[in-house]
């Protein structure tokens, strides 16, 4: 098991937001560019918020049991927000919403790695959107 998948996802989610929201600076609105565009940013971030879903659910269904639920209580909260974040994620193109999405998979993946006895670290990614991510310190 491992939260990284479900990071890049998210991380994916928010950059097809972006580039949604770039596209009309780039194309005129309704052209086929624009909508072969359009299309294809769309599935690709509803796709990876999907993702994102699967990988916390995953996880949360197999790994998380009583020892990882007493340490860390809010697991089970934790993971049912991602579920909905992600839902909203999907069905928007708000960068808050994908930022939600984020924020809450990086609270998990802290959650996770700290029941593995494992250091994490907040950093931002080297690549776009440059959002700040959890990685284990190995």
Do not use: C
Request: a negative charge.
């Amino acid at each position: 098991y491992d939260p990284s998948t479900a990071i890049i996802s998210a991380m994916t989610v928010i950059r097809m937001v972006d580039l949604i929201n770039e596209l009309e600076s780039k194309h005129e609105k309704g052209s086929v560019e624009y909508l072969n565009h359009i299309a294809r940013y769309i599935d690709q971030k509803e796709s990876h918020a999907v993702n994102a879903k699967n990988e916390i659910a995953i996880i949360w269904g197999d790994y998380i049991k009583a020892p990882q639920i007493e340490k860390h209580p809010n697991v089970h909260e934790v993971a049912h927000n991602i579920m909905l974040a992600g839902s909203k994620a999907k069905q928007s193109v708000s960068r808050d919403n994908a930022l939600e999405l984020l924020n809450l998979i990086n609270e998990f993946a802290e959650i996770f790695w700290d029941t593995k006895g494992v250091k994490t670290k907040r950093v931002k990614s080297p690549y776009l959107p440059n959002e700040e991510v959890v990685y284990p310190v190995i």
